[in-house]
């Protein structure tokens, strides 16, 4: 089990390295690292989504989701889930803060933070978010190669139901003097 999981993140490592500028690819990878989780979840590398969905050994789509958890949870309400840099170019590096505020009733733990490419590097606080405070999300985009319009989805794993939230960025890179 163990050479096949490898083998399988070898591959979306493979896809996510060649896929930085192509929105279809980033869906698939997207899609891998939930089958991965999966996996993990099934007793492969680790257990670290705890919620993850096992596969069925001849079956490639997730088992029935799991039940929501009882008792009081947190809820992650960002401001803006899209943040659209416009037009920028190419080999700019830029930044964007997105917030967001536990409105739940516990607090809130955001455990990973996981962007669809390299060229994509998430931020997030590591300690516990209270009920009824904020926190922000730095995401930073390297443009460099990266040329048209490009989305890049960051995925946080958190405690909330569902247990992952997804925020995005856009940019239209050009070349200079275009």
Request: glycine share 8%; charged share 25%; aromatic share 4%.
């Amino acid at each position: 089990m163990m050479k096949v999981l490898k083998i399988f993140l070898g591959v979306i490592v493979a896809v996510g390295i060649a896929s930085c500028g192509n929105s279809d690819m980033e869906s698939r990878i997207t899609k891998l690292e939930g089958r991965v989780a999966a996996l993990e979840g099934k007793g492969g590398i680790a257990k670290a989504n705890p919620t993850a969905q096992p596969l069925a050994v001849n079956n490639p789509t997730p088992a029935a989701p799991a039940e929501k958890p009882e008792g009081p949870l947190p809820t992650i309400k960002f401001e803006e889930e899209l943040h659209d840099f416009g037009t920028i170019k190419d080999g700019d590096v830029v930044e964007h803060v997105f917030t967001f505020v536990n409105d739940g009733e516990a607090p809130l733990v955001i455990s990973d933070a996981k962007a669809t490419c390299g060229c994509t590097v998430p931020e997030w606080p590591r300690e516990p978010i209270p009920v009824g405070a904020t926190g922000e999300i730095k995401v930073r985009f390297n443009s460099k190669n990266k040329p048209g319009i490009t989305t890049k989805t960051v995925t946080l794993t958190t405690n909330t139901w569902p247990t992952t939230q997804q925020v995005k960025i856009k940019a239209n890179v050009v070349k200079e003097g275009e």
